[in-house]
């Protein structure tokens, strides 16, 4: 029986009370279960790991509760690769991939399964079913997921009693099963970097949900502008709250924390306490993205001018960053290497703080030395799909140092940000940030904006804000 709650008000159960819970329960078996839409895809994605590791044993682990405080849990997210490579977002499960004589794998599941009504399982202890919510039976995730499906509760004696297979385990997501196998740690991260290159081309479904994830970002950006009055009263609170309402209604919650940054906050990149106030004549950047209820997301920024008219120092900010970003997005293609748009993108930047006289030229010097970062801060970009920043843990010969292919999705975000504080430039520049940030997928031909339906140029801004603003 599960641990109590120290300081719970009930001493215990009687076997009274255990033989009535027990008994009354109507029959919940779902039947009709189908297999999911993902499950063909997520069957080639194994199917392409296991031809990387020919003989050896994968373990994949979905993840477990992680403790917020005493019995409280934060919301559970799987780890990634497992997502990818099943469908899957159950807790404390794993994927096994079984290696064959011809050199292929047999692929099963390990779930935690329904918890028995014939004992008290199912209602004693804060992750029961009864607290919790209905998990599937066995038979039910096997239909769904397309994949012969376990009980956890014996995987690490499995894994354990298994000796003699080459194994790999992803390490950080569940201590009982690394401790089930004997792995080497280098050879784990090889795993790792596989379940992240795998991720680096989409397939046609991760496509269909990445234009879920944007389109409903779109119509919360348009849900924000209408709520800026109330901003202005209120802080950047209530936007936060107004976007992650849309994410709430039409996905799973937000993909990252949302960044809802006005006036100097705008100069800082990662702004997610969203306290400050929202004052008239200052600027709004706003980087937030939609996650679908597979977990692929969205991650778009756009900076408005709160008023609803930019001043002419934050309109010139601001078209110099939209230059940039055009110069980047035109390098988006099949075939380029990838560091070409973030390139492109900062040395315009880099062309145009030498021209305003904040940084010394000539301009290849000034790039070559780095010199623009002062302002421009971060890389222009970054691949995107199941994480924020996803395919973080690929080689960086298959990524940064990698060439562009169709189904590739990333992002293409250019900012310039003067400090409140930085006294290399004028008083009227400072406290000023400004980035436009765009999803693009990678075509036959070049690439698509799937992030299109939200204005980017400087007019274009400022008329969508007339039309929407409250």
């Keep these: ?77 799987p780890y990634t690769g497992y997502v990818h490579m099943t469908g899957d977002q159950a807790r404390d499960g794993a994927l096994v991939l079984e290696p064959r004589a011809d050199g292929g794998h047999d692929a099963y599941c390990y779930q935690l399964p329904r918890d028995s009504r014939e004992n008290d399982e199912f209602w004693i202890g804060y992750t029961a079913e009864l607290w919790m919510g209905r998990r599937r039976t066995l038979a039910e995730s096997e239909i769904l997921l397309g994949l012969p499906c376990r009980d956890v509760r014996g995987a690490a004696a499995d894994l354990a009693a298994v000796t003699g297979v080459p194994t790999r385990i992803v390490r950080g997501h569940d201590p009982a099963l690394e401790a089930a196998v004997s792995t080497d740690e280098d050879r784990d991260d090889e795993l790792e970097e596989a379940l992240s ?67 100097e906050h705008a100069t800082i990149m990662h702004w997610t306490d969203n306290d400050g106030p929202v004052r008239p004549g200052e600027l709004l950047l706003l980087d937030a993205g939609v996650e679908t209820h597979s977990l692929y997301t969205a991650d778009v920024t756009r900076t408005l001018p709160i008023s609803g008219t930019f001043t ?32 492109a993108s900062q040395r315009h930047l880099t062309a145009q703080l030498v021209e305003w006289g904040f940084i010394e030229g000539p301009v290849d010097r000034a790039y070559a030395l780095g010199l623009q970062r002062r302002f421009t801060m971060a890389g222009t970009g970054h691949m ?61 031909d070049g690439h698509e904006n799937l992030s299109a339906g939200l204005p980017r140029s400087s007019s274009e801004v400022e008329a969508w804000m007339a039309e929407f603003a409250g």
């Design 384 to 444: 995107l799909g199941l994480d924020v920043h996803d395919c973080a843990q690929a080689r960086t010969a298959e990524y940064v140092d990698g060439v562009l292919e169709p189904g590739m999705v990333l992002t293409v975000e250019p900012g310039l940000y003067f400090q409140p504080d930085d006294l290399t430039v004028p008083e009227e520049w400072r406290g000023i940030g400004v980035r436009i940030e765009d999803d693009l997928v990678v075509t036959e």
């Design 1 to 77: 029986m599960a641990k109590g709650r120290k300081n719970g008000l009930y001493e215990g159960v009687s076997e009274e009370l255990s033989s009535l819970m027990r008994t009354g329960w109507a029959d919940s078996e779902r039947r009709g279960t189908e297999p999911a839409e993902q499950a063909p895809y997520a069957a080639a994605r194994r199917a392409a790991l296991s031809a990387r590791f020919p003989g050896e044993r994968l373990v994949i682990p979905s993840g477990n509760l992680k403790t917020r405080s005493n019995d409280d849990t934060y919301p559970f997210r």
């Design 312 to 343: 002419p120092v934050q309109r010139q900010v601001y078209d110099a960053v939209y230059e940039a970003q055009e110069a980047g997005m035109a390098a988006v293609k099949p075939g380029a290497p990838y560091r070409d748009f973030h390139e």
């Design 197 to 263: 290159e795998l991720r680096l081309v989409k397939d046609a479904w991760e496509l269909g949900e990445m234009r879920k994830a944007v389109d409903s970002t779109v119509r919360g950006f348009t849900d924000c502008v209408g709520e800026l009055s109330r901003a202005v009263a209120s802080s950047e609170r209530w936007i936060e709250g107004t976007f992650f309402r849309r994410a709430r209604l039409e996905g799973n919650a937000v993909g990252y924390g949302s960044i809802c940054a006005a006036g």
